[in-house]
């Protein structure tokens, strides 16, 4: 089969750090091109935008949106357009109902859309979800604390609407969870902090549910400096079940079950290679749901400015 020819489109810290590798280790795909104002990689032909790169770029079957989600949603309408395969960066977009129709238009062009969920490729997740599966829940408390200083330094999307904040690396956690637990899960109370500068929240605390009252905890943080902390735990009848590291690592009472370096986006190109042999569309937006209804029922705390 042909290889997928993707451009990249947002040459920031995740296109840098993970997509570029994860093309080069993935089987069938090709980096062909890169659309930024600012960024270019020597050898690969380059454009300012993603209009520039479909006018007058190279031949090319996808691309690979890495831009805050405040502007994705217009790039994939000219990307499907164009008659190209797109794959989206988490979160799939800065609001739940401008999904739909995109979802719609790549039907319609006979397109893949896939909105990634790269923490679900963890290598702890699918072991989490089996081990689950067959013991019964008794409380579950997520941890996701990270130094917004360290991971997201300068980036200014991240505090403006629809760029998250928190909420940023806590989806990845929402998306774990609704992978591995068994029911389906919704928020019950939100307690948001925002900075007095800022429009985005800098810490949240969730409170979720089942139909069954399992009571689930998640505690987002942006100003944990020290250990940072990516972990979820979860209390069974069989005792007691801790994935840490972002989903790298994964312990059943003193058992390790598994303990890898993470290895999430070459994970996501061998399902983008699969889904655009098909045009087949994956858009899960469960993960966005939660957030939104956590800003939804969010009580708001002003709190301290924050400088970068
Ligand atoms: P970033 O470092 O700020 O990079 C974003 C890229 O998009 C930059 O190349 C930037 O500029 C381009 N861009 C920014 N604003 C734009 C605009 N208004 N119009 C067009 N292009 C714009 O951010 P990032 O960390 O890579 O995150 C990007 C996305 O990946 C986010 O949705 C984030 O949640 C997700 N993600 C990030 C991480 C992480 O660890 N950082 C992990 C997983 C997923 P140029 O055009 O100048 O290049």
Excluded at 63 to 78: D, G, H, I, M
Excluded at 267 to 291: C, K, M, N, Q, S
Aim: aromatic share 6%; hydrophobic share 45%; proline share 7%.
């Amino acid at each position: 089969m042909a290889e997928l020819r993707v451009a990249i489109v947002g040459f920031g810290k995740i296109a840098r750090d993970q997509h570029v590798p994860a093309i080069k280790a993935a089987e069938g795909v090709t980096l062909a091109a890169v659309a930024s104002r600012n960024a270019s990689l020597p050898g690969l032909p380059h454009f300012s935008t993603i209009e520039e790169l479909l006018r007058n770029g190279p031949e090319i079957d996808a691309v690979a949106l890495c831009t805050p989600p405040q502007v994705r949603r217009a790039q994939a309408v000219a990307a499907l357009k164009a008659g190209k395969h797109v794959m989206l960066e988490k979160p799939p977009g800065a609001a739940v109902s401008e999904l739909d129709p995109l979802v719609a238009l790549a039907a319609a062009q006979k397109r893949t859309l896939f909105a990634t969920w790269h923490s679900r490729y963890a290598p702890a997740v699918e072991p989490a979800r089996n081990w689950l599966a067959r013991r019964r829940i008794k409380r579950v408390k997520i941890d996701w604390k990270e130094d917004v200083r360290v991971w997201h330094p300068g980036q200014a999307w991240i505090w403006e609407p629809g760029g998250l904040g928190v909420f940023d690396p806590g989806i990845n956690a929402l998306s774990i969870l609704t992978r591995i637990l068994p029911e389906p899960v919704f928020v019950t109370s939100a307690e948001l902090s925002f900075p007095s500068n800022r429009a985005a929240p800098i810490a949240a605390n969730l409170a979720l549910t089942d139909t069954g009252g399992l009571p689930i905890a998640a505690e987002f943080d942006f100003r944990q400096t020290g250990p940072q902390s990516w972990d979820i735990v979860v209390d069974t009848d069989d005792g007691r079940l801790k994935l840490s590291s972002g989903g790298a690592r994964l312990v059943a009472g003193d058992e390790v079950l598994v303990d890898e370096k993470e290895a999430e986006y070459p994970g996501l190109y061998r399902r983008f290679v699969e889904l655009t042999a098909h045009g087949a569309i994956d858009v899960d937006l469960v993960p966005l749901r939660l957030v939104a209804d956590a800003f939804l029922l969010g009580s708001r705390r002003i709190v301290e400015p924050f400088e970068d």
